[in-house]
């Protein structure tokens, strides 16, 4: 799982975000940037209404549609990726300085594990030479269901709890 970027690499993306603003003519607001630093201080994968939550639970003040707005914004000029782990709703994950790696996912309890590959990387050198496109990235999801049976149900029981879904 990714850990906070370093303060270094959140003042960068704060001015690659800024030049995309201005070059676009679309206003850099302190919630927009706001929402930018908790992407980057944050770890792993998100959705939106995590990060709304995590903003208003420390008292920052964005509402709901600026953290969708600015997500979109973050995606487009390449400072966030959007993810879709088999569910109808988007994760989200940082990009810049963020190693290339790719999903496993339960299907049962939604955990999702991350690894790195160097022979992806491979497959995706040798596909752009056979069919002479200029690849430049990928996205690789495994979809399959824990081993570990008590921690994919404790994971789902723990999910279960925070959505207010009570056993059966």
């Known amino acids: ?3 906070p970027a370093h303060e270094d690499t959140v003042n960068l993306v ?14 850099q607001t302190p ?14 994968h998100f959705d939106a209404d995590d990060i709304f939550f995590r903003m208003k639970e420390a008292g920052t003040r964005v509402s ?4 969708y707005n600015t997500l979109d914004l ?18 989200y ?28 990387g491979e497959i995706q050198r040798m596909l ?3 069919h002479d496109m200029d690849i430049d990235g990928h996205s690789l999801h ?11 149900k404790l994971r789902q029981e723990s999910d279960n709890k925070i959505a207010g879904i009570k056993d059966s």
Do not use: W
């Open 14 to 27: 704060k001015e690659i975000f800024r030049s995309y603003l201005k070059e676009r003519n679309q206003r």
């Open 74 to 91: 973050l995606v487009e000029c390449g400072l966030v990726q959007r993810q879709q782990f088999g569910k109808s709703q988007y994760y």
């Open 64 to 67: 709901r549609a600026t953290v």
């Open 31 to 44: 919630e927009r940037f706001m929402v930018l630093e908790e992407i980057y201080t944050a770890d792993g």
């Open 142 to 152: 495994f979809f399959g269901t824990c081993t570990d049976k008590e921690a994919c």
């Open 1 to 3: 799982m990714a850990h």
């Open 93 to 120: 994950e940082r990009a810049y300085a963020y190693q290339q790696h790719d999903h496993i996912i339960c299907r049962e309890c939604g955990h999702v594990l991350e690894f790195c590959d160097p022979r992806v």
């Open 128 to 130: 752009s030479e056979i």
